[in-house]
């Protein structure tokens, strides 16, 4: 028993002796392990900090490319040191340029001009700071070097034949579809940021009638290139095929058809997927010397142009964080007075800084006129008066008419006021959608005196012949631009559709438009300027550039056809060559701009 007990306390010695070691271990081991925690921790802490200010500078980079990029779209050059903001930090980007090229034209006659920039920022988040650099080019395009340009979806749906000469772009998508007719697209150069679709976006699977687009060559102005078109098969023309597709050979023609079943695409029936049958379809004719393609989308890598936003046509815009306005609103009187002892909420839009002619509708039916900032409306007489407008697309069904400013066109040129740079610019004060949107009426202007931008806040109204005798560089810019016959006496009344006669327009134009819905029609690229007359079997010509940039703000009546709203005319639109040279171009042309990271880097 003795021994037994000695044994039993040797034995509770040992056990009490290896609980201590096991938990001084477990201590020791614990200790260890919320070191290596607390080290980890600060390391993860450290590669925290250290991603944040990455993504910080990389952000801020992109923020001030996209500056750079509206700043030159808008004829402003970018300013030096910028403060953008990213997860609400404010982060300085120094801006400095590189260089100024006028790029070579293209064969076809089109100019760039390509800008360097350098940009470079420095970020600290917690313990980690990062230097980034960054080198981009942007190229800027005169937009009426375009024959179609468009920010929003492109839809083309015509009901007579038309021709479409010139590069068509679009910063969406593209949707292509006729009844009965004919589209012809006679460029080197048809191109979408998003797709390109053979229907219609109000209903993708209506493609029918007849797409043809003409094969690359590099000068589709030359008279000598060959000019070879391949049809953009419809929904019917795949069906007849034993094809069935949604909308026809476009983008959403994704895996391709091989007929036989051979394992290639090569074989007469088959086709290639979208993506690479375009490049196959539209490249270089046979035995053509250059390689190019008509063709390209999104997946082939095209990117959006920046181009002005509607801002620039409106008579106030609102400052930016940190800017001052020299003006406040009322929202009660809905009109703008000068800041004086209180900061200023908006300032002068770009049109209305820039004109030198300016003209301002009154509420109470009145106007004023300005010439280079001095109200000259005592001296410039009858040239510019108040007139009104029944517009059945605005006026709804009402019978309510558009007061607009009517400018006799013929006087100003031989008036002391035509303005030295070119620019008109008409708005409204306390301006509404609808009938109140105010406008101007342009009429007499078969010669202009010089190149004209006319711009107005409202719409736009062109009556008659314009810039058909020694043509000038010519343009119009509105939220509507609305052409209206050499038979346009001002007669028009709720439930009347006056006929329309055979006119000309050598004009550029940027307007807006509302957009399609899956449910209501836009009216589309042969709308986008309005008609308001019964121009059935009549022709209208129109050779400049058609440019949708904006959604419609003031100018929103639905488009509706027929009734007394308008009857088609016969389209005979071309692109004005004469736009290839910069020489040609009207004062104030915006420019499409689109910006490429070269390097980014860190020092």
């Given at each position: 028993m003795k021994y037994q007990r000695r044994f039993e306390t040797d034995r509770q010695g040992l056990a009490m002796a290896a609980t201590v070691i096991t938990v001084f271990a477990t201590g020791a081991m614990v200790a260890v392990m919320m070191t290596l925690a607390s080290s980890e921790n600060r390391q993860s802490v450290v590669e925290r900090d250290d991603t944040v200010a990455e993504y910080l500078a990389e952000g801020a980079l992109d923020v001030a490319a996209s500056n750079v990029i509206g700043a030159l779209s808008s004829w402003s050059w970018p300013a030096t040191a910028m403060q953008v903001t990213i997860d609400g930090q404010q982060i300085p980007v120094q801006v400095a340029p590189t260089g100024t090229i006028l790029a070579q034209p293209e064969s076809s006659g089109i100019q760039q001009f390509l800008l360097g920039f350098g940009l470079s920022t420095e970020v600290e988040s917690g313990g980690a700071t990062r230097v980034v650099r960054r080198i981009f080019n942007a190229s800027a395009t005169p937009i009426f070097q375009f024959a179609v340009f468009y920010?929003?979806?492109?839809?083309?749906?015509?009901?007579?034949?038309?021709?479409?000469?010139?590069?068509?772009?679009?910063?969406?998508?593209?949707?292509?579809?006729?009844?009965?007719?004919?589209?012809?697209?006679?460029?080197?150069?048809?191109?979408?940021?998003?797709?390109?679709?053979?229907?219609?976006?109000?209903?993708?699977?209506?493609?029918?009638?007849?797409?043809?687009?003409?094969?690359?060559?590099?000068?589709?102005?030359?008279?000598?290139?060959?000019?070879?078109?391949?049809?953009?098969?419809?929904?019917?023309?795949?069906?007849?095929?034993?094809?069935?597709?949604?909308?026809?050979?476009?983008?959403?023609?994704?895996?391709?058809?091989?007929?036989?079943?051979?394992?290639?695409?090569?074989?007469?029936?088959?086709?290639?997927?979208?993506?690479?049958?375009?490049?196959?379809?539209?490249?270089?004719?046979?035995?053509?010397?250059?390689?190019?393609?008509?063709?390209?989308?999104?997946?082939?890598?095209?990117?959006?142009?920046?181009?002005?936003?509607?801002?620039?046509?409106?008579?106030?815009?609102?400052?930016?964080?940190g800017e001052q306005g020299g003006f406040v609103y009322n929202?009660?009187?809905?009109?703008?007075?000068?800041?004086?002892?209180?900061?200023?909420?908006?300032?002068?839009?770009?049109?209305?800084?820039?004109?030198?002619?300016?003209?301002?509708?009154?509420?109470?039916?009145?106007?004023?006129?300005?010439?280079?900032?001095?109200?000259?409306?005592?001296?410039?007489?009858?040239?510019?008066?108040?007139?009104?407008?029944?517009?059945?697309?605005?006026?709804?069904?009402?019978?309510?008419?558009?007061?607009?400013?009517?400018?006799?066109?013929?006087?100003?040129?031989?008036?002391?006021?035509?303005?030295?740079?070119?620019?008109?610019?008409?708005?409204?004060?306390?301006?509404?959608?609808?009938?109140?949107?105010?406008?101007?009426?342009?009429?007499?202007?078969?010669?202009?005196?010089?190149?004209?931008?006319?711009?107005?806040?409202?719409?736009?109204?062109?009556?008659?012949?314009?810039?058909?005798?020694?043509?000038?560089?010519?343009?119009?810019?509105?939220?509507?631009?609305?052409?209206?016959?050499?038979?346009?006496?001002?007669?028009?009344?709720?439930?009347?559709?006056?006929?329309?006669s055979e006119t000309t327009y050598n004009v550029a134009l940027i307007t807006g438009s509302l957009g399609s819905t899956s449910q209501d029609y836009s009216g589309g690229l042969e709308n986008l300027p309005r008609f308001h007359e019964n121009w059935t079997n009549k022709v209208c010509r129109l050779s400049g550039s058609l440019v949708n940039t904006w959604t419609n703000q003031l100018c929103t009546g639905k488009w509706v056809y027929g009734g007394d709203r308008y009857q088609a005319p016969r389209r005979e639109w071309t692109y004005d060559t004469a736009f290839n040279n910069m020489a040609n171009l009207p004062p104030f042309t915006p420019m499409a701009v689109e910006g490429r990271s070269v390097v980014t880097w860190e020092p």
């Open positions: 920010d929003q979806d492109l839809e083309i749906h015509p009901g007579p034949n038309m021709t479409l000469g010139g590069r068509v772009h679009s910063n969406r998508d593209i949707y292509m579809s006729t009844a009965n007719s004919t589209i012809r697209v006679d460029t080197n150069y048809l191109r979408a940021v998003g797709d390109i679709y053979r229907g219609r976006k109000t209903s993708v699977n209506s493609s029918a009638g007849t797409v043809l687009i003409r094969r690359w060559v590099e000068n589709p102005f030359d008279p000598l290139a060959p000019k070879e078109f391949v049809a953009m098969p419809s929904q019917v023309d795949l069906y007849l095929q034993g094809l069935y597709t949604p909308s026809g050979y476009d983008s959403a023609f994704k895996s391709g058809w091989d007929k036989n079943g051979d394992g290639d695409f090569g074989d007469v029936g088959d086709y290639l997927p979208f993506v690479d049958g375009a490049l196959e379809l539209w490249k270089q004719p046979s035995n053509y010397g250059s390689e190019g393609h008509t063709v390209l989308t999104g997946e082939h890598g095209i990117g959006i142009s920046k181009v002005p936003d509607i801002g620039s046509i409106q008579q106030y815009v609102p400052v930016a964080s929202p009660t009187t809905k009109t703008y007075s000068p800041a004086v002892g209180v900061p200023g909420t908006h300032k002068p839009g770009m049109y209305n800084s820039l004109a030198g002619l300016k003209i301002v509708l009154k509420p109470n039916g009145t106007h004023q006129v300005f010439s280079n900032g001095a109200d000259v409306t005592g001296l410039i007489g009858s040239t510019v008066s108040v007139t009104e407008i029944y517009d059945a697309r605005e006026s709804n069904g009402q019978n309510k008419k558009v007061k607009v400013a009517s400018l006799n066109v013929a006087a100003l040129n031989t008036s002391p006021f035509w303005p030295a740079n070119g620019l008109i610019y008409c708005c409204k004060d306390g301006a509404a959608p609808g009938v109140d949107s105010g406008g101007l009426y342009l009429y007499n202007g078969q010669q202009l005196k010089a190149a004209l931008t006319c711009v107005s806040e409202g719409g736009l109204y062109i009556k008659g012949d314009y810039n058909t005798v020694a043509k000038k560089g010519a343009s119009v810019i509105a939220d509507a631009v609305n052409l209206l016959s050499n038979s346009w006496t001002g007669s028009k009344s709720p439930g009347t559709l006056p006929w329309a």
